[in-house]
T-cell receptor, first 111, second 117 residues
Framework: SQKIEQNSEALNIQEGKTATLTCNYT??????LQWYRQDPGRGPVFLLL?????KEKRKERLKVTFDTTLKQSLFHITASQPADSATYLC??????????FGQGTELSVKP | DGGITQSPKYLFRKEGQNVTLSCEQN?????MYWYRQDPGQGLRLIYY???????QKGDIAEGYSVSREKKESFPLTVTSAQKNPTAFYLC????????????????FGDGTRLSIL
């Protein structure tokens, strides 16, 4: 069956460092991959989308890579700040147009 | 500002009771979705609708029902047949679904937390 895995353990890093979050998938050939941010008690907020033919996408301090051979996406936040602390979700779009979500990785940036 | 409004923020259900969660959007989006989120799990799709008066079951539709009588509204009813309703429920919308919607982000409301009394 289709499966999406994100780091289950929380990621704790120091302010100013680069945070790297991983999203792996199996039994799947997604056309698109999206990353969302979710704060406690709130709905997810869209951050970035990357297509299967794109290797990398950037937006300000955010960078996403998409390796269809490894079946993996990496999400980077450079010069991280305490305000970046949240749970980050990856989601894959299947051919039916529905999004399949990972369980999310909690990021904590300490001052 | 355009967005999605979910209400109530907190809801309690008694044994044998049906409860309805409200979702309204003013983004003029065609597609709307209901997800359930449990601790440590990804969002799971309950129902989705691509157009008014039409909706499809998602992965975990049992014990739930929906309607789409207006473009702006997509209420979710949690019936007494849903034996484990305690969860965080999220409503979302996107301009389209299907092949045309593959590259479109979904816009989410701030959820309704449902608990059993």
């Amino acid at each position: 069956s289709q499966k999406i895995e994100q780091n289950s353990e929380a990621l704790n890093i120091q302010e100013g460092k680069t945070a790297t979050l991983t999203c792996n998938y199996t039994n799947y050939s997604p056309a698109y991959l999206q990353w969302y941010r979710q704060d406690p008690g709130r709905g997810p907020v869209f951050l970035l989308l990357i297509r299967e033919n794109e290797k990398e996408k950037r937006k300000e301090r955010l960078k996403v890579t998409f390796d269809t051979t490894l079946k993996q996406s990496l999400f980077h936040i450079t010069a991280s700040q305490p305000a970046d602390s949240a749970t980050y979700l990856c989601a894959l779009a299947n051919q039916g147009g529905k999004l399949i979500f990972g369980q999310g990785t909690e990021l904590s940036v300490k001052p | 500002d355009g967005g999605i409004t979910q209400s109530p923020k907190y809801l309690f259900r008694k044994e044998g009771q049906n409860v309805t969660l409200s979702c309204e959007q003013n983004l003029n989006h065609d597609a709307m979705y209901w997800y359930r989120q449990d601790p440590g799990q990804g969002l799971r799709l309950i129902y989705y609708s691509q157009i008014v008066n039409d909706f499809q079951k998602g992965d975990i539709a049992e014990g739930y029902s929906v309607s789409r009588e207006k473009k702006e509204s997509f209420p979710l009813t949690v019936t007494s047949a849903q034996k484990n309703p305690t969860a965080f429920y999220l409503c979302a919308s996107s301009p389209q679904t299907g092949q045309g919607g593959l590259n479109q982000p979904q816009h989410f409301g701030d959820g309704t937390r449902l608990s059993i009394l």
